[in-house]
């Protein structure tokens, strides 16, 4: 049987890349059907391999550049200058400089944290010669509105006593002036766009402290100064700048990256999978399909807010193909990824394992997972037999009743 399967996945994070994930799936397919075209897409969602994922997609380069890291230790990173034609374009992964893999577990405290290697790595964007520049936004371990990028910028975030204040977001609640004029003077005319979840808001009850402190290291006390940080922060931002960002889609993102960017230096807040998919020409792949496979690590009532196998399914309904998900957890409120296109999906697990020897054993357990997955499929095509009659009856099993097909 031919079958052109389109794999377009999320990576799993501290696990597999999302290039592993999709040659584990498609390895799985061909174990049933080696005949099969099978198309790997690589997606991502502004979080970690963003970068690197974009420069090999459209034949860029990776420009290694060594950054001031979330806790302030230097740390390794790089921007994607990418392929193809358009003006020179830079891919800012925040992940790589101010990422939450980047925080020791036992310094894990979103009040101290720092973006100032996000700002470090946009300066370097600069000095290639980029004036367009995406940030994507994701897995950050941040809370600080920003302002640690602004500051690498030129920006000065200053007390009552006109002194710098310190890092992290619970020191912008000594923020008393912004002052812009020392901006990196290359920033006008430079195209910012920030490619983030425009379900991530700033401020307010789902604002980003309440909403992503917690998983971030924030103690319960620590939450609600950093909500009221954000707050702060908003009203110096809308003093200085003149924007309200306190509830502006995705101002939020990567712990209010997106709203420190968008009021201080106009960059444009996108809807992620508005901007990232176009460099993977994921429509034009779901055109040739029959089949999709879209994987992430877990699927939930999260997922239909703003997540990859969510968007694939989305895109792949507007073409009518029919979209199977794979995901290492099954939780709660997965069944409502079936309104938004995901026709199935299925637990990688094979069964009862700790989650060490899960994230170890990510790739085998996926290729089992897809294989059983498509077997399934070929089931169903092969039941193609009409209805049964009415009235007709299976033969009697004994100790049973007789089942009757209603008529």
């Not at 931002?237 to 960002?245: A, I, Q």
């Not at 997106?258 to 009021?263: F, I, Q, S, W």
């Not at 507007?318 to 409120?333: D, E, S, Y």
């Amino acid at each position: 049987m031919f079958l052109r399967v389109l794999v377009a996945p999320s990576g799993f994070k501290e696990s597999l890349s999302v290039e592993a994930v999709g040659a584990a799936i498609s390895g799985g397919i061909r174990r049933v059907l080696p005949e099969a075209c099978v198309a790997a897409v690589p997606l991502v969602d502004g979080g970690e391999g963003t970068a690197r994922t974009l420069a090999a997609a459209t034949g860029g380069r990776l420009v290694p550049v060594p950054v001031t890291g979330p806790t302030g230790a230097a740390v390794p990173s790089h921007i994607a200058v990418l392929g193809g034609a358009g003006p020179p374009t830079a891919v800012v992964e925040m992940a790589a400089a101010a990422g939450l893999a980047l925080v020791p577990d036992d310094a894990r405290d979103p009040g101290r944290t720092t973006t100032y290697g996000v700002g470090e790595l946009i300066r370097a964007a600069l000095d290639q010669g980029c004036r367009r520049i995406v940030v994507g936004c994701g897995d950050s371990g941040t809370c600080d509105g920003g302002a640690g990028a602004l500051t690498a910028l030129g920006a000065r975030v200053l007390d009552a006593d006109g002194r710098q204040v310190p890092v992290g977001g619970s020191g912008l609640l000594r923020a008393r002036t912004l002052e812009l004029d020392g901006l990196d003077v290359r920033l006008t005319g430079t195209e910012i766009f920030v490619a983030c979840n425009p379900y991530n808001l700033l401020t307010g009850e789902g604002g980003v402290a309440r909403t992503f402190g917690p998983q971030k290291g924030a103690t319960p006390a620590q939450v609600e100064e950093l909500a009221s940080a954000m707050d702060h922060w908003a009203t110096l931002l809308e003093r200085r700048c003149g924007t309200d960002v306190r509830l502006t889609p995705g101002g939020g993102a990567s712990g209010g990256l997106g709203a420190g960017l968008a009021a201080a230096l106009g960059a444009r807040l996108l809807p992620r999978f508005d901007i990232l998919p176009g460099y993977a020409e994921l429509d034009a792949q779901l055109a040739l399909a029959d089949l999709v496979i879209t994987a992430e690590g877990a699927l939930d009532h999260q997922t239909p807010r703003g997540k990859i196998p969510a968007e694939v399914a989305r895109r792949a309904k507007r073409q009518g193909k029919q979209v199977i998900a794979l995901a290492g957890i099954i939780g709660h409120g997965a069944a409502q990824t079936h309104p938004v296109g995901i026709d199935a999906y299925a637990s990688i697990l094979s069964g009862p394992m700790s989650h060490r020897e899960a994230m170890d054993s990510t790739a085998a357990l996926l290729s089992d997972a897809a294989e059983q997955a498509l077997r399934m499929v070929l089931v169903g095509t092969r039941i193609s037999e009409p209805p049964p009659p009415v009235g007709h009856t299976f033969p009697p099993v004994a100790g049973s009743q007789p089942a009757t097909t209603a008529g």
